[in-house]
């Protein structure tokens, strides 16, 4: 467990970057989030050597009035989350060393306490630990996508989780002592609370708007948000908080209903978009509404949900980090990421466009990347629901991975050919490309039996 904790703390000595110069901050950051790294997978080794069948669990900090408020929860979905979330980091932040960053010692430092305190959430054993640390999140988000020069849309990303956090506190108030995960019971007015502060955090409806807006941010950090922090941890606490409280199905048509609602909304937007980091951001909404639907069948006591949910969650992670890399380079390589203006891209940065074609695919659900694998249990698993719902969710993922795949061809059609003069592309820019896509491939094989063990907690 102290190896765990410590690669959860040590992102946040990111922080120092904030006074260092480029060179020395990108030093500081990488070195960083090396060593977390290595000692999360030490940890995570450790784990499934030993059988990924106990909970480890450490509590530092109780109180009398809400029991405990730091803690530290190591089971098979924390430390397969953990180690998706630390290994994406560390990838964009070598991947960073070679954008162009204004202010990249601030970047680090914000990039280190967004990465540090997802960790914190991730590992948290408790409500108030997830409300401190989306606060600490917000907290960077302001500053990331203030870099980007986007200062009223930085604000309207750090209100939004704001009324997140006042949310969860809500949910702490009517529970008490209970809004520990091991003593969660079911009270139907926290656990709507905490649906909608899930919303804030994954851009759902009807706070969707604030995700789009913030791409303003520097792409490492935007790739993070969007991959393995604030969007995916959104779905990622509603999935703790049913495991844990098993609620009743009083709000299933709330959560499924206004998923199933979102992801039509974003099959409207996809072909609206020419912008390649806002047609990924309405992208990152939907794929999260498909875990919020597959958390919706959950409500109805099969534990098959919380599995897929989570399935689909660290899927998404890999590919959807592939899809803003790849746009990286070819802003690198154009100067824009205006897909009109994107002409050629297989001769003018070839390794860019490879991972452009895999994840944009990869996002509708196309092999060998594992979205196919989470959207197809989905829509598998969600045709043993009740009523309207058995056709109705697995229909609107269908019909959501279809209209996305005819508007990525589109594209493809129309930037990946005709001449394009030939550019040298980074090679630590090509380096995190090829090891997203071989990890993308590997993962949903070897994540799949991981998230078999996921159960109801006792």
């Known amino acids: 467990m102290e190896t765990l904790v410590l690669s959860a703390l040590i992102p946040f000595a990111m922080l120092v970057a904030w006074f260092l110069d480029e060179r020395g901050a990108g030093i500081l950051s990488v070195g960083a989030l090396g060593i977390a790294l290595a000692l999360n997978g030490i940890a995570t080794y450790e784990f499934f050597l030993n059988g990924a069948t106990k909970t480890y669990h450490s509590a530092y900090v109780v109180t009398s009035n809400l029991g405990e408020i730091i803690g530290f929860n190591a089971d098979v979905a924390s430390i397969l989350m953990g180690f998706i979330s630390i290994l994406i980091a560390f990838l964009l ?59 009223n849309d930085a604000l309207k990303a750090f209100l939004v989780l704001n009324v997140g956090v006042l949310l969860i506190l809500g949910a702490i108030v009517i529970l008490g002592s209970g809004q520990a995960l091991g003593e969660m019971t079911y009270k139907g007015t ?69 998923a199933v609602l979102l992801i039509a909304i974003m099959m409207v937007y996809y072909p609206l978009q020419r912008d390649a980091k806002r047609l990924i951001a309405y992208s990152t909404i939907a794929q999260t509404g498909v875990a919020y639907i597959t958390l919706a069948y959950a409500l109805l006591g099969h534990v098959e949900g919380i599995q897929i949910a989570l399935y689909q969650v660290v899927n998404h992670a890999v590919v959807k980090a592939l899809a803003f890399a790849s746009v990286g380079g070819l802003a690198l390589a154009y100067g824009t990421t205006d897909l009109k203006l994107i002409k050629g891209m297989r001769r003018t ?9 895999l ?31 058995s056709w109705l969710f697995p229909g609107v993922v269908l019909i959501d991975a279809a209209i996305f ?23 630590v820019i090509v380096a995190v490309l090829i090891v997203l896509i071989i990890v993308g491939i590997i993962l949903p094989w070897v994540s ?5 063990k996921i159960g109801f907690a006792r």
């Open 359 to 389: 994840s944009f695919l990869g996002l509708a659900g196309v092999l060998p990347l594992g979205l196919f694998f989470s959207k197809a249990f989905t829509i598998m698993s969600t045709r043993h629901a009740e009523g309207i719902a």
């Open 190 to 258: 926290a656990f709507l609370l905490l649906i909608f502060a899930s919303f804030m955090m994954s851009s759902q409806l009807p706070f969707y708007s604030w995700l789009p807006d913030s791409t303003a941010s520097p792409v490492p950090a935007s790739a993070y948000v969007h991959a393995a922090s604030i969007v995916p941890l959104g779905a990622y606490m509603l999935f703790r908080v049913i495991q844990y409280m098993k609620p009743n199905d009083d709000y299933f048509w709330v959560l499924g209903g206004l």
């Open 349 to 357: 940065a070839p390794w860019a466009s490879i991972a452009w074609f």
């Open 448 to 452: 799949l039996d991981v998230v078999m």
């Open 93 to 151: 932040a070598i991947y960073g060393l070679k954008c162009n960053i204004d202010g990249k010692g601030k970047f680090y430092a914000a990039f280190g306490l967004l990465t540090g305190a997802g960790m914190l959430f991730i590992y948290s054993t408790n409500l108030l630990q997830f409300a401190v640390s989306l606060e600490l999140m917000a907290i960077a988000m302001l500053v990331l996508v203030e870099l980007g020069g986007a200062k």
């Open 405 to 427: 795949l005819v508007v990525v061809l589109l594209w493809f059609r129309e930037s990946f050919f005709g001449e394009g003069e030939p550019k040298k592309e980074p090679k």
